[in-house]
């Protein structure tokens, strides 16, 4: 009984998909960098501009500029986006990862570029020592 349901559950789950393993407990490994992963069956995006008001009224604006016409469906917010979408290009994509960097990531590349670029092995305090110029 238990093996047929098994092989029910594995027939469902499809050929290409496998199960995410469950998450590990405890603490992360110190330069362990999590892996973004996709959920292709997601359907629906939920996009939070409470606490952004200047990004709130320009989309406010938009819809109020794209709805100022006499024939036409209404423009909703869906429509800003898959057309703004469909604009962006691989630099747009380039300067969003840049975006996405938070400081200390900024300092580590740079870390990471000077030894490379000067074929050295400096830790990241002396790094940002002699960057500075104290010695």
């Known amino acids: 009984m238990i093996n047929s349901e098994e092989e029910k559950k594995e027939e469902g789950i499809g050929a290409s998909a496998k199960p995410v393993p469950?998450?590990?407990r405890g603490r992360k490994p110190k330069n362990a960098k999590s892996e973004f992963q996709i959920n292709p069956e997601q359907?629906?995006?939920f996009v939070d501009l409470s606490k952004e008001k200047e990004?709130?009224?320009?989309?406010?604006?938009?819809?109020?500029?794209?709805?100022?016409?006499?024939?036409?469906k209404e423009v909703t917010f869906k429509d800003l986006a898959l057309f703004g979408i469909e604009?962006?290009?691989s630099k747009d994509i380039e300067k969003i990862q840049e975006n996405s960097l938070s400081k200390r990531?900024?300092?580590e590349r740079?870390?990471?570029?000077?030894?490379?670029?000067?074929?050295?092995?400096l830790s990241f305090d002396d790094?940002?020592?002699k960057k500075v110029g104290i010695n």
């Open 55 to 72: 990004n709130l009224n320009q989309v406010f604006e938009l819809l109020k500029a794209s709805n100022k016409k006499d024939y036409g």
């Open 87 to 89: 604009k962006i290009t």
């Open 110 to 121: 740079a870390w990471v570029d000077f030894n490379k670029k000067n074929k050295q092995s």
């Open 43 to 45: 359907t629906k995006f």
């Open 127 to 129: 790094f940002l020592l």
């Open 105 to 107: 990531e900024l300092l």
């Open 22 to 24: 469950p998450k590990k």
